[in-house]
């Protein structure tokens, strides 16, 4: 092999990490992709604090309505671009994504896992959470 070359072990590898890099980009910015008019409507509109436990109600809701809505995160892990919020209940933890926007941090994407760290829909967490934190509020309404 002349200076300069890469064998082909080293090209296969290089091309494989290639190939999962650029699937991963694709799959972490569809989401943010400005040229769907649904994301631009989501990203424009004024999120307000919610009460639902429709998942998809959380998707474009801004970092401060979210702290209102859950309180503050138990875990907040900064890897730029995204921000990643945690909240844990009694039987599952949901993960949120939040990405800088115009009005700053927003939700992108979320994902939830139960305790032994396996896949669990998020709509049942989200309820869970939020009954956790209405239960809270009742308690500190009390004393």
Known sequence: ???????????????????????SACQ??????SANPAAKRASVQPAAPI???????FIGLGGAD???TLGQPKLVRKDA????W??????????????????GLAVAYM????????????????KSLLQ???????QQKML
């Open 86 to 103: 945690q909240y844990s209940g009694a039987d599952c933890v949901v993960d949120f994504y939040l990405y800088a926007g115009a009005t």
């Open 132 to 138: 956790s934190v209405s239960s809270e509020n009742a």
């Open 66 to 68: 979210l702290s209102r």
């Open 28 to 33: 972490s910015t569809a989401s943010l992709d």
């Open 1 to 23: 092999m002349r200076p300069g070359q890469i064998g082909r072990g080293k090209f296969r590898w290089i091309a494989l990490t290639g190939a999962m890099l650029l699937i």
């Open 51 to 57: 009460l639902s436990k429709d998942t998809a109600s």
């Open 111 to 126: 994902e939830a896992r139960n305790q032994v760290a396996e896949s669990t829909p998020a709509d049942r967490c989200v």
């Open 81 to 84: 671009p995204a921000e990643i």
